[in-house]
């Protein structure tokens, strides 16, 4: 149909993922199909993490994996808090083969600071989203200026580095210590196309003269913080080109989830994430549409596996179709976080209708 969003490239990569590459469910791949092979690599991950994880095998004694054949069976299985990455039993490879540990406090409570462990082969996973998830906003020949923090090996500035030439396009890295009156020159010195940053330094950027960047961006991505409707509206009418979204956190291996051009939600990487709505205080699985707390479950053989980890994010699942033509789930924006760290509080930050604070 004329004027139709281009499809999210991630459909292609999680058929080929999956295995469906060159069957008749490409380019619509069916969530039915989607959803049947979680479960099956659901079942995989967990008979795997029940025997290499102490903790896993404590919290999975008693679980029937074999039962668990929609994502409506998830309601079987225990949840994660923060809390929970500090047990021992946890890491299930060596200290040898963790490529990044991540330490970050947990919100809300005096208890020990999450720490996260990644190996290399985690990372990479990483890094192939990374790749197919900017071919939506930018290709080859683009020059792509990275704002974003972590240019050690393996952070999310790294990642990104590794990721590009993927697609044929290459990262523009400014001085550590950069500053907004620095970056006019860089992006014109450099041929920048494409803009990645965080929601407050695209803030620090639209302090100066709307000029300074007007038409020099095809396309920004904003990552690492909530990107708020009105900064939104800013950065596109400031500047002249399109803004999208991307949702994930540390816990998710950094990356999780990326608008299309149809701005309509956040496509997921669900060949190694699964991701579902649940009710913060029972964890039962919601319906699409209805709001929830975001769990998130890693798939296949990870140095630090998750099942059912609570993020403490607030959000919906989208239902199918997506305007792109997609016809996997989608994750909507995050509406808010809990107030406390109490896993068992349905608290969050801000009032929202449809997830009562008094429950």
Known sequence: MSGAPARSPLDTWLAARIGRQGRAELPTLAEAVMEAWQMKELRRTLAWARHASGFHARRLESASIDALHCRA??????????ADLAAPGLLVVSQDEIARVVSLPTSGTSGPPKRLHFSEADLTRTREFFAIGMRTLCGKGDAVLVLLPGRRAFGVADLLTRALPEIGAHAVLPPETWTAEELPGLVAASGVTT????????????????????????????????????????????WACDVYDHWGMTETGYGGGVECAA??????????????????????????GE??????????????PLLRYRTGDAGRMLPAPCPCGSRLRRLGPVAGRRATGNPGDADITRPIKGWSRQR
């Open 73 to 82: 069976d998830m309601a079987r299985l225990p949840r994660m808090t923060a």
């Open 195 to 238: 803009l990645i940053a965080a929601p407050s330094q695209f803030a620090q950027m639209l302090k100066l003269p709307p000029g300074a960047f007007k038409n020099r961006f095809q396309a920004v991505l904003s990552s690492a913080e909530p990107l708020d409707a009105p900064l939104r509206a800013s950065i596109k009418n400031t």
């Open 263 to 288: 701005h309509s939600g956040y496509h997921l990487r669900e060949a190694d994430l699964l991701v579902e709505i649940a009710d913060p205080l029972t964890g039962a699985p919601l319906p699409d």
């Open 291 to 304: 709001l929830g707390e975001i769990l998130v479950t890693t798939l296949g053989e990870r140095a630090m």
